[in-house]
């Protein structure tokens, strides 16, 4: 079994930045990538970025050259470092962790709202 448990939603005005983290715990060694998705009501979930154990990242179009992934896997911990936020960067964040066998972990989510 595997938990992932992220930290750090909250209020910012755009055009700030905002630290996201998620810690895994349990079965790590069966972890593979680790990354986010967000939903905004009314919309699908949408992937924000991912990261493999070696630290290759992918990230979604809306969010190039403002996000940046990360992994401490001493910590087994990722983190999701945003700048320049938007209104449009509001929603719920995801953390998600990819176990070897295929399944997908998630966790309870973040709030994350920028304001105007």
């Known amino acids: 079994q595997v938990q992932v448990v992220e930290s750090g939603g909250g209020l910012v005005q755009a055009g700030g930045s905002l630290r996201l983290s998620c810690e895994a715990s349990?079965?790590?060694?069966?972890?593979?990538?680790m990354g986010w998705y967000r939903q905004a009501p009314g919309k699908q979930r949408d992937l924000v970025a991912t990261i493999t154990t070696g630290g290759s990242t992918k990230y979604g179009e809306t969010v190039k050259g403002r996000f940046t992934i990360s992994r401490d896997n001493a910590k087994n911990t990722v983190y999701l470092q945003m700048n320049s936020l938007k209104q449009e960067d509001t929603a719920v964040y995801y953390c998600?962790?990819?176990?070897?066998?295929?399944?997908?972990?998630w966790g309870q989510g973040t709030q994350v709202t920028v304001s105007s």
């Open positions: 998600f962790a990819l176990l070897r066998s295929g399944t997908t972990q």
């Open positions: 349990g079965s790590i060694f069966s972890i593979n990538n």
